[in-house]
């Protein structure tokens, strides 16, 4: 991006944040927070498979990352079971408290980890790392803000990815994980809030079938809120994703994923495949996207 676009969206996301007035408001700065997070991502942790020391190591990397920008994130390293056996995994956590402490969650959560067969020099910069940076700086944006009446919750998730086949012992370790902990501890879920691919620089949302219908109706509204338009609900979609353990569980839980992430609109040839570079993704995007999960939660502290 150049320095007069740069400059034109500082001014841009600047007027939105003061018509927002003094709540919560996603920056320009707060999109290139999120783009050189998932850039240092990237070049200081990849490949980060699920269930591997470089996975480990991703997620203490993303833990340092987010105490220096003054997110208190914390790391839940665990043991899960695999088709093979055992290994060890890693979410990162963050809990923002409201005005509230007994109300419920918010949960806001991307997975950070690549997917183990999708070629040599997988990089995963859309999907794992933009979104790893976006939730560091929404966290930022959230802390800013004056305090709402619900609890946030931010979850970089491990093992998202499958090995081979989705299955109980194959994906979503990290995910499910996170929800045996709320629901141990007796928190309420009043929204679960997955983040994936969202740094695309042709950035197209879908909220796939398995989203829950008042979250759908919140999200676009958000949208319509921030001026976004490139987003639909998919009724004849079902997406697997980090959301899913919350939906299947009977919790609200949606889903912001672009899923047309490739050479030409409609196809989606770059997933999963090394064509998944940093040059694929953009301070813009991340800006949209941005902006409008933090409409969202805004719209759920109501």
């Not at 980890?113 to 794992?128: I, S, V």
């Not at 802390?143 to 990815?161: C, I, K, Q």
């Not at 620089?201 to 490139?230: E, H, K, M, W």
């Amino acid at each position: 991006m150049g320095r007069s676009a740069f400059r034109s969206l500082v001014a841009w996301s600047a007027l939105a944040a003061s018509a927002w007035g003094a709540g919560l408001s996603f920056t320009a700065a707060d999109a290139q927070t999120a783009y050189e997070t998932a850039a240092g991502l990237v070049k200081s942790c990849t490949p980060r498979n699920a269930g591997t020391p470089e996975g480990l190591r991703a997620a203490a990397w993303i833990r340092d990352r987010a105490v220096a920008a003054g997110v208190p994130a914390k790391l839940d390293v665990f043991t899960a079971a695999v088709n093979d056996g055992e290994a060890a995994f890693a979410n990162v956590v963050a809990e923002l408290p409201g005005s509230e402490p007994a109300a419920p969650w918010i949960v806001l959560m991307s997975h950070f980890d690549t997917a183990p067969n999708a070629g040599r020099g997988f990089e995963g910069a859309n999907d794992g790392a933009s979104t790893s940076g976006l939730l560091l700086a929404l966290g930022q944006a959230v802390r800013r803000a004056s305090p709402g009446r619900l609890n946030v919750l931010l979850a970089w998730t491990d093992a998202e990815e499958c090995r081979v086949k989705y299955g109980p012992r194959d994906g979503f370790q990290g995910s499910r994980r996170l929800l045996r902990d709320l629901r141990e501890r007796g928190r309420s879920v009043r929204a679960a809030i997955c983040l994936d691919m969202l740094g695309d620089r042709n950035l197209d949302i879908i909220l796939p079938a398995n989203s829950d219908p008042r979250l759908v109706r919140l999200a676009l509204q958000a949208a319509q809120a921030t001026g976004f338009g490139r987003i639909r609900h998919c009724d004849d979609i079902v997406v697997k994703d980090d959301h899913s353990a919350f939906h299947d569980a009977g919790l609200p839980a949606l889903d912001l994923i672009d899923f047309e992430f490739g050479s030409a609109p409609g196809l989606n040839d770059y997933w999963h495949t090394p064509q998944d570079t940093l040059d694929k993704i953009s301070s813009a995007s991340l800006l949209a996207s941005g902006r409008l999960a933090a409409e969202l939660v805004r719209l759920l502290q109501r």
